[in-house]
């Protein structure tokens, strides 16, 4: 059994958590959202001191919900890439801090691979090889997990994320921040077939599509350009129907990609990652497609969707498991590929 603390600070929510192997110890999270709220959308100068002012608060938190003293510790993660540099420093700092304080294994976890990871809190049993179609604010990817660390990126967008999408669209509509879980809820409401919207498929040089891609700024152009008709028109905005037709678009182009390369590539399971994941539209509308093909989809609980220490946690204490442990010299970066996870480790340190 490895028990890893865990803490998350890529951007805008401050997380910490205590992990056993795939089980939950105790999770916390503390969310920025009505102070970004003011601003439109993440300041990251903001989210930095905001994590500072209540990281310590959170840690001693977990312990206590726990139930654990650092004697039953066995190693401490911390997001280092990618994120918020600012952000992620924090985070990173606290945990070196108490990996030399405690004489314990330090881990520089990608985010990525935690919301990979997000999955096993719910399906222990998950075993690669799978897809994992990751959707978030800043990432939409098809990722092949082949083992722990292992991954390929078969298929990304080439413009906007989905979740970057969802939010531009509902400022389009003056819904406000975060977009995503406005326009879901209202989405509930209104006529999805209303106002067909372009899916958004990439074409390939010599013809055809690519199969994989995505593109989302061509259906928030197409909002744009439907409300602004509407107002030309002076008709009154039918928000509901607006956001049904961009959450209909956007779940019906996720799917047809996921299903297509997870048949092409013979994996079974697709397993869903990333904020997006609690999208009801996507969620109902994978299933459903999924089903059909006899493939089998794997969502993550909603708490484990947004970001998280608990994935952070549960991606570390496989890696730790395996020998893996990250230098305390490890820096942050702002990006770093999926493809390039072992890079923060060194191997064969720990029996």
């Known amino acids: 059994m490895t028990t890893v603390l865990s803490i998350e600070t890529s951007c805008d929510e401050t997380a910490v958590a205590i992990v056993t192997n795939r089980k939950v110890c105790s999770s916390v999270i503390a969310s920025q959202i009505p102070i970004h709220t003011q601003y439109g959308g993440v300041v990251p100068e ?52 108490l990996a030399i304080l405690h004489d314990k294994p330090f881990l520089g976890v990608h985010h990525l691979e935690g919301h990979i990871y997000a999955s096993y809190l719910s399906a222990p049993e998950l075993e690669p090889p799978f897809l994992c ?22 298929g990304a967008t080439r413009d906007d994320a989905a979740g970057e999408a969802f939010d531009k669209v509902a400022r389009l509509l003056d819904l406000g921040y975060p977009g995503g879980p406005k326009i879901d809820r209202l989405a509930a409401q209104g006529n999805p077939t209303l106002y067909p919207l372009p899916e958004g498929n990439i074409s390939l040089p010599g013809g055809g599509f690519h199969p994989y891609d995505s593109s989302f700024s061509g259906v928030k152009t197409a909002v744009l350009r439907l409300v602004q008709k509407l107002q030309a028109e002076g008709r009154e905005l039918p928000v509901a129907d607006i956001a049904a037709s961009f959450q209909h678009s956007v779940a019906k182009s996720l799917t047809k990609r996921a299903i297509v390369c997870a048949t092409d590539y013979g994996l079974e399971t697709i397993v869903i990652g990333g904020g997006v994941a609690a999208n009801r539209g996507l969620r109902e509308t994978l299933a459903t497609a999924a089903s059909q093909r006899g493939l089998k989809v794997l969502f993550p609980p909603l708490e484990y969707c947004t970001d998280n220490a608990a994935m952070i946690g549960c991606a570390a204490a496989e890696h730790l498991s395996r020998g893996h442990v990250s230098p305390l010299d490890l820096g942050v970066q702002s990006r770093l590929s999926i493809m390039d996870v072992m890079s923060l480790y060194r191997t064969g340190e720990v029996g």
């Open 46 to 97: 903001v989210a930095s001191r905001q994590h500072l002012l209540i990281i310590t608060e959170l840690i001693d938190r977990v312990i206590k919900e726990a139930n654990l003293d650092w004697s039953a510790i066995d190693g401490i993660a911390a997001t280092v890439a990618p994120g918020l540099v600012g952000a992620l420093m924090i985070g990173m700092s606290a945990a070196k801090t």
């Open 133 to 154: 179609l990751l959707v978030s604010g800043g990432h939409t990817s098809l990722i092949h997990v082949k083992d722990c660390g292992v991954y390929t990126e078969l």
